[in-house]
Every structure is written in C-alpha cells, then in structure tokens.
C-alpha cells in the first residue's frame, strides 16, 4: 500500500494534536515505514493510533502491538494519532476509529500486528541490502538489526529512511504469543506524565487565536423543539456578541467567555414547544415496561429445550421482577466540541470515541464535502459511551457557521449534560425458575422489557425488528448456564421518548444484575451453596466454570468470615471475556451498606497490558458500584429531574472496597477488557447483602432502598 | 482591575469580580491544568491552593481572594513532576483519562502537608473528589507512598 504523502504533510499542519509529524524527503528526517510506525534518526519509533484514547489505555496497548511485532525498543516508542481525514483520504488504511464496545484492541489486533511486522521485514531488509547479505540472515530485536555471520549491527534509526523505499510486505506472519516480548508486559502508559502536571490539553482547553465560546440550551423536555428567545433581554450583557438558534432544538448564547456565556444564556427568555412529551414521567414509563412484562410479543435471543413443559413438570417455580434506572455517563469533562467554518471548510477540536463519524458530522452540519472537514482528536476526559454520539459536534459546527469565520468552543454546562444524554435504558426483568424436587434448575425464562439502544442509534441494526445487542450477556455464546435444559430468554422493546445509548458495559450490566441475582435467589430456595448451585449449571462453560473458580478459590469461598461480614457472588461473560466476582460486605443495624473486599477475575484470552488491565477492572467497578449506590436519572414533566453531582451522585473515595483482581488469560481469543467486569460488581454486592441482611434487592439505585435487616 | 497572586505571579485581570476564581483562572489568565467539572463544589476538578488550603474555585468569587496566594496544578511543582504527590502518582500510574487528576494531586497535596501520615479514614475525609474513571484505589496507594517518601 502506498499513502500519498502529500496528504500527511498537508494535514500536518492542522495543529501539535492530531498528527504534528512532517515527512521530509531528506534521509536525516523521520522515516515512514509502512503505515503504522515513523521512525527517527535517534531511533524514536512513533507508532499511529487510529482508535481514542479516553482514559482506557489504548494509546499504549495498540502501540505494544505494533512495538512487539516490530521488535522495537519500547523505552523509545511514542504514540500519536492518525487524524481521520488522513484516513479517508489514504481509502481508511488505518481501518475503523470508531472506539466502543471494548473494541479498541481486540478488533485492531490482526492488522496492527501485521503492520508491526510488516515495518520488522522492511528494516531487516534494508539492513540486509546495505550489507549485501541474505534477509533470512539478519535479526531484529530492541530496534537493532544484527547479522548473524558478521557480528554487525545497525539501529532501525539508520536503516530507516532506505526501509522506507522498500515495498510494504503483505505476507508477513505475525508472533507467536510464546515470543512476545511487549504484548502481556505491564509497560508503562505512554501518556501519564502531562496528567501529572496540568500540562494535557483536552478539547476544552484549546485555546486558538480569535476564539469564541459559546454554551447551549436544548429544549429540556426530550423531543422537544425551539419556538423562540429574546436575545435583546442578553445582548448587553459583558461579553455577549451573539444568540443563536442551534438546529430547530436548541439555542446559543456566544460571548467572549464561556462564562459570559453561561451567565448571559440563564438570563435568556426562551419559548419551547414540548411537542406533546410534556407528560412523561417515571411512573408513566415504569407502567410501560410492565405492560411489556407481559407482553405476548417479544424478541427471542436464547431458546432451547421446552421452556413451557419445564415449568409445568416443575417441582418448584419461582418468579420475581427487577429493575435498573436510566443513568447518564457523566463523563468528567462535559461535551465540549471547538469549530472553525472558513468558506467551504470545517475544521474541528474534538473528544470523540470515533473520529471519522465526528468528521461525518462537521460535514454534514457544516454543509460541506468529507474532505473538507479537518478533525484534530484529543484526549477524551472520559467517553463510557457517551462520546460516541455527535450531537456536540453537531452543534459546535451550526454555531461556528454563524460567527463570521471565528472559530468557537461551545461547551455545555454539567447541567446541559445530565439533561441530554443517551442514557443507559431502563429496564424490568421478569425472572422465573423451575427446580425438579432435588433443586435442580430444569427451566430459565427471562423477559426483558425496555427502551432499545439499536432502535434508537442504529434502527437499520435491527433484525426482523430484534435488538440482538438486548440480549448482551445472554446470547447463546456468553450465556454460562447452557446446561439448563430448558431457557427462553426475550426482549420487549417498549420506546420513551428519553433516548438511549451505549454506556460503559451496556445491556451486560442489568442483564447480569437480573440473572445472577434471580440464580441466587433459586440457590436459596433450593438451600443450595450459591456456587455449588451455579457450578451445577455450567458443565457447557469450562471458561465461565474456571474463571468462577478461580475467584471463589482466591476469595476463600466457604472459609469463615469475621462477624457481621458476609459475600456473595457473579460470574457472566461480556464483550468475549470471561469474568466473576466475589464481594465481602457488612450491613449496619442502621442499614448502612459497607463494602469491604471485591475479588474480581476476569479471563481475556489474551492480556496485553496486565497492569492497564488491573486499572480497567478497578475502574470499572467504581462506575458499577456508583450505579448501584447511588445514580438514578428519573423523569418528570417530560424531562430528566437531576441536574447536577449534587443530585446524581457517584461513588468517591469513602465507597470504594479494595478490589483484588486476578487476571487468567487462557489464550486463543482476544477479549474486551474496559468493560466486562463492571458487570459483576453490582450484582455480587447485591448477593452479598440478601446474605447480610435476608433483604432481596431487586430495584436500584441503594440509596432509594432499606438495607436494614428482615 | 483585580490583582491576583498565581503561582507566585500577580495577573492584572479586568474581570466581573462575581466571575468564579475557576474561569478567571482558564479564560482570563489562559491557564487551562485547572478544570471545570460540576461548577457547584462538587466534583473537586477545580481545586486549588488558596493560602494553602484546597478550595474548589469554582465557587469562589474572584473578587472575594483579595492577595491571597494561590497555587495551581500548574504552580505545584517546577518541572510539573517533582512534587512527592506527582511521582507517586507516575510511580503508581494512577490517571486513567486523567481529566481528574489535576484536583486529586491538589487535594492530595495539601492533604498531606496538613497531614503527613495520613490513615486510609483521614484519605477518605480528605479525597471526596470525583474520578469518573474510579481511580480511588491507586490515589489511595499513591497517598501512601507519597507520604512514606516525604519523610
Ligand atoms: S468544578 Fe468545581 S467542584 Fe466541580
Ligand atoms: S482519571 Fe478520568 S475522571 Fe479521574
């Protein structure tokens, strides 16, 4: 493959965010060897990413993929984005940046290996030719090129610029995991040190010459649109130089600062049409999910055996409902995108977990061609899902349309945010079991009943009118309880008009909440050892069963706890991992949850990064236990009730148990790591407390629930 | 004209003397390592060191700082990396995406210079900032070993 040069050195000049090399013709400069790596003359090897980094470590995994199969020296490897409309113009060579579903690693891992190796064999080669020896003679390894007969060496910094003139290979063979050198090597992030000292620049700090700022009202009831503003009411206020109507459902207020902004745009009187969603409420959507409980309709995602006959021939039957809130991402740094419409042109600053639909965007609000969008990605101050949708971007372009050339950083308030996200859907669950007089699960159903993320994002995903992604957790290669023998699990879509999205471990998280605490409910009816009574059901799932084990085993399963401290436990598998957890917690008299100790193990097949991956699965149970303690989004007069962290709160320091993780990559598969354990966490502690306490939780968040003891 | 004292430099800023500390900070001084993150006193993104003590500045009227010293991520150490909290924080690669981070090290910063041995309970009291990423452990570990070093 060849890249048009031009097209990188054109872009370069974009800015220091995206893609801030040059390529100069001349042989002392950086070299590009292949598509993936640059290499300089003091053997600095920067390494493209094409995918987000949001706090996840992608950054350095993908370059330990590229860095091993290159056998670089990884003490001198970097990173830097590509941008995206290098990839479009060089017909996406740099494959999908689109940053979600835990996909980072494991959906690039075939390509970026190859192109590592790729660069390997163009190094090897030009080494060989300078020497005028046979290729299959030479050696690489730590960014040296070594000749086996001779003794002679070269550093890839003084072979590069002649590797770079050689063809890309396309038959390379990639390592063997037994030869890794980087992959599963807890190296160092490449990108910590500018986190310590203020010095990262996310999307909301850039700052360009001539910038405006802008902030945002969106109609608060959801569906809703603009009928009219007074600007007239603002136009004095310091600062202000614009109000502008975003779209048909929104209006602006521009001004010199952002504050001004925010000032002036609270001041604004605004006239909104609610479009008859005015009335929608909590309580009107719960009543919708429970019709869809019942519904005879429903899409089917696992079904074996004769679930109706099971039920019948049962000894026992058992039937409970859960449900889970809808619940905004949060991220840190609110939505922010920064815009810059020049004539026929679109350049933007943005955190985007998918660089090219951000790019799709600008186009398409910006009315102008794909390629006369420019796109400098930065580092997301968190994603979760949420930086995957465009609406920032969307409206960061409509504003800077209007301001005469100017670029403009529209940033929304965390009140702006709380009210306008993709929530997570909420959901109910009807869970009913059927155990034979010995306590033997013979029969699963589950009926799922809520708001579909595919229908709202992604309706041509759908098929035959079935969200597949519903069922995360529960289709028939994740679900660990195949050996029942009889399962019907379904799917009610009922549509609100609050809209829904990917939040970090999606449908896993409640599915998972509504199966292991309901298998630990029948555990108890049978007066079954929680996890003999899981193990029963998972002779199909040797991985879900060893993973199980494994966190059971390091947990002290059994052993006798101190006083007053009582566990529970989950296992699923999610985004093509393996995970379990084991939670230890204590229940007050007064009711007061503590949450002492999580073991959490998790198998991936393959583990890039075993420190980042120990980072992630801590991480991901702060999100998922701040889902369970705390945060609700509930709905009144059409629109989200909470506003802010005063009223949506999330775990801190004070709620987090030490969480002990193992990790067991059992190989042959590449699994997801962002995301899979998060769905474990709350389920285990809720398992934990029906221990503690004899209370069975079926509805979150805690704070809404009475923990005292039965 | 309001004076301010940052990082050991007086800024003249012709500012709303209502306008919060945290926005004067990133749009009229232009010093962008503090960050906005709730605007209510919530989050802890925005803390800095005023005569010392973590404040969230985004809900300290500009006009209300007077010459008090104020110190931000950026003013913590020289080199950005030398300060005890900032090599434990490498040393345990504690940021994920890092946006929160800039508060952390000031909470945790002044935590211990009130505090040089605190206990996990006093790290509970001290560190209510929110990390989305739910870095809460290593800050911990991190705290720790920043106050093992500092003695
Ligand atoms: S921005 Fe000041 S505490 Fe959140
Ligand atoms: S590191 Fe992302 S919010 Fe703390």
Redesign the interface.
Known sequence: MTIDRRSFIATSLAGAFSLSWKLPASAAGPAEVGIWAVIYPDDTVVVRIARSEMGQGTFTGLAQLVADEMDADWSKVRAEYVAPEVNLANKRAWGDMSTGGSRGIRASVDYVRKGGAAAKAMLIQAAAAQWGVPADQCTASASVVTHAGSGKTLRYGEVAAAAAKLPVPSDVTVKKPAEWTIIGKGVKRLDTVEKLSGKQIFAIDVQLPDMLNATIAQCPVFGGKLVSFDAKAVQAMPGVRQVVAVGDNAVAVVADKFYQAKTALAKLPIVWDEAGNGKVSSETIAALLREGLEAKQAGVGLAQGDIDAAFTLAATKMEAVYGTPFLNHATLEPMNCTAKVVGNTVEIWVPSQNGEASMAAAAEAGGVKLSDVKVNKLHLGGGFGRRGQQDYVRQAVLVAKQTGGRPVKLIWTREEDMQHGFYRPIGQAKMSGAMDASGNVVGLRMRIAAPSIVANLIPSALVNGVDKIAFQGMNPDEFGYMAVPNILIDHAIRTTSVPVGFWRGVNVNQNTIFMECFVDEMAHAAKKDPLEFRRAMMGKNPKHLAILNAVAEKAGWGSKLPDGVYRGLAQNCGFGSYVAAVAEVSVSDKGALKILRIVAGTDPGYAVNPDQIDAQVDGSFAYGLSALLYSENTIKDGRVVESNFDTYQVARMADMPRVETILKPSGGFWGGVGEPTIAVAAPAVLNAIFAATGKRIRQLPLKDQDLRRA | MIALNINGQVHQVDV?PE??LL?VI???V???????????A??G?CSVHIDGAVTRSCSVPVGTVGASKIV???G??A???SHPV?RA??AH?V????????GQ?MAAAALLAQNPKPSDAD???A??????????????TAIHTASASAS
């Open positions: 709303d306008t919060p926005w990133r749009e009229w232009g010093m962008t390592g503090t960050k906005f993150g709730c605007g209510i919530q989050c993104a931000t991520i950026e913590l150490s080199d950005g990396l900032q924080w490498l690669e940021p994920q995406c890092g946006y929160c981070q800039s090290i790290i509970d009291d560190m209510s900032n929110i990390c989305r990423c739910g870095t809460y452990n290593r800050i911990r």
